[in-house]
C-alpha cells in the first residue's frame, strides 16, 4: 500500500469555517478576547493605582472618573477588576495547558497499548474522576499554606482524570481506524504514527474540550480564592473580591462582589458557550 | 445480590483508606516540621512540643503513626483542634446536623425542579424546551459562591423575605427558614444539570420503536408517558447522582462560607487557613464516608431499578 494509498483511507478532512460559531459563538469569542486583552494590557488601561488607600471614599458607588465606585479600603474598584483579570486567568491557563497535556498523554497510552495498560488506567481515571477535586485542593492547601501555585497543583490532580477519561474513548476509535493498521503495516514506529498522524486528527476535540474545561477552571479557582485558599489579598483577583466585598453586600454596598462575580460568570459562560459551538462546527460534540 | 454488594463495600473501603493514607503520605512530606501545625505556629516551651510530639506519635515511623490514628477514629477519638483548642468531635457535634439539613434541603430542591424542568421541557418542546435550556445553560455557569450573594442581595436584603445569614436561634422552624436561601443556592447548578439530563433521556425514550407502538395501539398519552417514557427516561438521573453527590458535599464550603452558617464546609475552610490539620483530616473523613456509602446506596437502588445492571452482575 502507498502513501496516497493509505491517505486515501484517511479521507477527505472536513473543513470547517468560522461563519458556522452563530452570532452566540462570535459574542463569546469577542468576550474572550476583550478578557484576554484586559488580562494582559490591565495595569495599564486602569486610570488609577488599584492598591491606592483612601479610608474617606471606603464603598462609596459611582462618581465620575470611577465608573464603578470604590471597595472596601477606597480603592478604585474598575482598576481593580481590570487589574484582577489577569491572576484571574493565568491560573486557569496553567491548570488548563498542563491538564490537557498529561489527560491527552495518558489517554493516547491507554489507546494505543490496550488491553491491561488501559483497564488499569480507565480503573484509576474512574475513582479519581468521581472524588471531589476542590476537597483535595483543602487538603494539600492546608498542608502547603494557600497561594496559587498550590491551588493549580491540587486542581491539576483533579481535572487531569477527567480530561483523560473524555479523550480515551475518542482516541480509542482512531487508533482502531483502518489509515493506523495501513502505517503499522508499512512499519512506521508507534510515537510516529501517534504524534504525527492520530493526534492530528484528535485536535479539535482536544482544543474544544480545553476550552470549554477554561470555563470550569476560573470558576473552581475563582472559588478557591474565594475561600481564602487561593490567590491572596492585596492582589486584585476576581474570586477574592467576591469575598472581599461580602461584608460590604451585608451593609448594602453590592457594587464589588456583584462585578468581581459578574465577571467570573461571563467568562465562564463564554468558554462554554465558544467551546461548545466549535465542538458543533467541527463535528465532534 | 450478595457478591455484587459486596464487592461494592469493598471498593468503597480500598477507597477512604487510599484517601485517608493519601493524606497522611502528604503530611509525612509537608515541608517543615509537623509539630508546627499542632501549635499552629504560636510560641510554645519545649516541654510542651515534647508533650505534643508524643502524643501525635510524630517520632514513630510512618506506618505506625497511620495505624494508630485510624485506630483512634475508629475508638471515636478524632484528635485535638490546635486552632480551636478542643476535641475535633467536640466541634463537629453541632455542626453535622446543621450541614446535613442544608444538603438534603438542597437534594429535594435539586430533584424538584431539575425533574419537573426536565421533562415540561422535553414533553412541551418548541419555545418552552429552548427558555428552559438557555437558562439552564446560563444558571449551571453561576457558582454558588456567587448566586449565593445575589440571592442575599435580592431576596433578603431587597425584598426581605428570607434571613440573610445565620442559621437563628435554634428552634426547628427557624432554622429551616433561614437555610432555604443557602439551600437554593446550592441546589442552582446541579439543577440546570439535572433538567438538561432529564430532557436529554425523555426525549429519547420519546423516539424509541416502543413508544411509536404504544401510540398506533391507541394507548393514552398519559398512560405512555407515565409507563413508557418516564419509567425508563429517569434512569439516567441516578447515574449522574455519583456526581451530584460529589458537587453537594464540597458546595457546602462555599455556601456556607457565603451565609455564615456553622457547619461542616465552613469549619473545613477555616481549619485549612489555620492549617489545622487534625480538624480537616476529620471532616475530610466524614465527607469522603458521607460520598462513598451515599454512592454505594444509589449503587444499590440501580441494582433494583434496572433488571439490566442485576444480569450483568449477578
New interface residues.
Given amino acids: 500500500m502507498s502513501i496516497a494509498q493509505a491517505a486515501a483511507l484517511v479521507g477527505p478532512r472536513k473543513r470547517s469555517r468560522l461563519s458556522h460559531l452563530g452570532f452566540l459563538g462570535w459574542i463569546a469569542l469577542a468576550i474572550i478576547i476583550l478578557f484576554a486583552f484586559i488580562a494582559i494590557f490591565g495595569a495599564a488601561l486602569a486610570p488609577h493605582d488599584p492598591d491606592s488607600i483612601d479610608i474617606a471614599y471606603a464603598n462609596v458607588g459611582p462618581i465620575p472618573g470611577h465608573p464603578l465606585g470604590f471597595d472596601e479600603l477606597g480603592r478604585d474598584l474598575f482598576s481593580r477588576i481590570l487589574v484582577g483579570a489577569r491572576s484571574s486567568f493565568i491560573g486557569p491557563m496553567m491548570l488548563v495547558l498542563i491538564s490537557t497535556v498529561l489527560g491527552t498523554t495518558l489517554a493516547l497510552i491507554a489507546a494505543w497499548r490496550r488491553g491491561w495498560t488501559d483497564a488499569g488506567l480507565s480503573a484509576a481515571f474512574d475513582?479519581a474522576f468521581?472524588?471531589?477535586?476542590?476537597?483535595l485542593a483543602?487538603?494539600?492547601?492546608?498542608?502547603?499554606?494557600?497561594s496559587l501555585g498550590i491551588a493549580v497543583i491540587a486542581l491539576t490532580l483533579a481535572y487531569t482524570p477527567g480530561m483523560a477519561r473524555l479523550l480515551r474513548s475518542t482516541a480509542l476509535r482512531e487508533t482502531g481506524m483502518e489509515y493506523v493498521k495501513a502505517f503499522r503495516v508499512m512499519g512506521y514506529g508507534d510515537l510516529r504514527i501517534v504524534i504525527r498522524h492520530v493526534l492530528p486528527n484528535l485536535l479539535p476535540f482536544i482544543i474544544a474540550q480545553a476550552i470549554i474545561t477554561f470555563?470550569y477552571a476560573t470558576?473552581d479557582l475563582?472559588?478557591l480564592s474565594?475561600?481564602?485558599?487561593g490567590v491572596q489579598p492585596p492582589t486584585a483577583d476576581w474570586?477574592a473580591m467576591?469575598?472581599a466585598g461580602?461584608p460590604g453586600?451585608?451593609q448594602?454596598y453590592?457594587m464589588q462582589?456583584?462585578a468581581a462575580?459578574?465577571c467570573?460568570?461571563l467568562a465562564?459562560?463564554s468558554f462554554?458557550?465558544l467551546g461548545d459551538r466549535l465542538a458543533r462546527m467541527w463535528g465532534v460534540e | 445480590m450478595r457478591s455484587f454488594l459486596g464487592r461494592r463495600i469493598l471498593l468503597g473501603l480500598v477507597?477512604i483508606l487510599a484517601?485517608t493514607l493519601l493524606?497522611h503520605t502528604?503530611?509525612y512530606l509537608?515541608?517543615g516540621d509537623p509539630v508546627d501545625f499542632l501549635t499552629a505556629g504560636k510560641p510554645t516551651t519545649p516541654e510542651r512540643l515534647a508533650a505534643l510530639r508524643a502524643e501525635y506519635n510524630l517520632d514513630d515511623p510512618f506506618f505506625t503513626r497511620y495505624f494508630s490514628w485510624l485506630g483512634g477514629v475508629f475508638s471515636g477519638d478524632l484528635g485535638q483542634s490546635a486552632s480551636f483548642n478542643t476535641d475535633v468531635s467536640v466541634l463537629l457535634e453541632s455542626r453535622v446536623p446543621t450541614t446535613l439539613y442544608l444538603v438534603v434541603m438542597s437534594f429535594i430542591m435539586i430533584m424538584v425542579f431539575g425533574l419537573t424542568l426536565g421533562i415540561v421541557a422535553a414533553l412541551r418542546g418548541g419555545a418552552i424546551d429552548t427558555a428552559t435550556m438557555a437558562t439552564a445553560?446560563?444558571v449551571s455557569?453561576?457558582?454558588a459562591?456567587?448566586s449565593s450573594?445575589?440571592l442575599?442581595?435580592v431576596f433578603a436584603?431587597r425584598l426581605g423575605w428570607f434571613p440573610?445569614?445565620g442559621i437563628g436561634d435554634g428552634n426547628p422552624i427557624n432554622t429551616l427558614w433561614h437555610l432555604v436561601l443557602p439551600s437554593l443556592a446550592l441546589a442552582l447548578g446541579a439543577s440546570a444539570f439535572v433538567a438538561r439530563t432529564t430532557r436529554a433521556s425523555v426525549r429519547t425514550e420519546l423516539s424509541r420503536d416502543h413508544v411509536a407502538t404504544a401510540t398506533v395501539r391507541g394507548i393514552p398519552r398519559r398512560l405512555i408517558i407515565s409507563r413508557h417514557v418516564l419509567r425508563n427516561g429517569l434512569l439516567p438521573i441516578l447515574s449522574i447522582s455519583?456526581?451530584i453527590l460529589?458537587?453537594l458535599?464540597?458546595g457546602t464550603?462555599?455556601v456556607e462560607?457565603?451565609f455564615a452558617i456553622e457547619g461542616l464546609g465552613k469549619l473545613?475552610?477555616t481549619?485549612?487557613?489555620q492549617?489545622?490539620?487534625a480538624v480537616?483530616q476529620a471532616v475530610?473523613l466524614i465527607?469522603?464516608v458521607a460520598?462513598v456509602v451515599l454512592?454505594i446506596l444509589v449503587d444499590i437502588l440501580y441494582w433494583y431499578l434496572d433488571p439490566r445492571v442485576r444480569s450483568e452482575s449477578a
Avoid: C, H, M, Y
Wanted: hydrophobic share 65%; aromatic share 8%.
Fill in positions: 475513582i468521581a472524588f471531589p477535586g476542590l476537597l483543602i487538603v494539600l492547601v492546608t498542608i502547603f499554606g494557600p470555563g470558576l475563582g472559588g474565594f475561600l481564602g485558599l474570586g467576591v469575598a461580602a453586600l451585608l448594602g453590592p462582589t456583584l462575580g459578574s467570573l460568570v465562564a459562560v462554554g458557550v | 477507597t484517601i493524606v502528604a503530611l509537608a515541608p445553560t446560563l455557569s453561576i457558582p459562591f456567587v450573594f445575589v442575599i442581595n436584603l440573610a445569614i455519583g456526581l460529589a458537587g458535599i464540597v464550603a462555599f462560607q457565603a473545613l475552610v481549619a485549612a487557613r492549617q489545622d490539620l480537616v475530610t465527607l469522603v460520598f454512592n
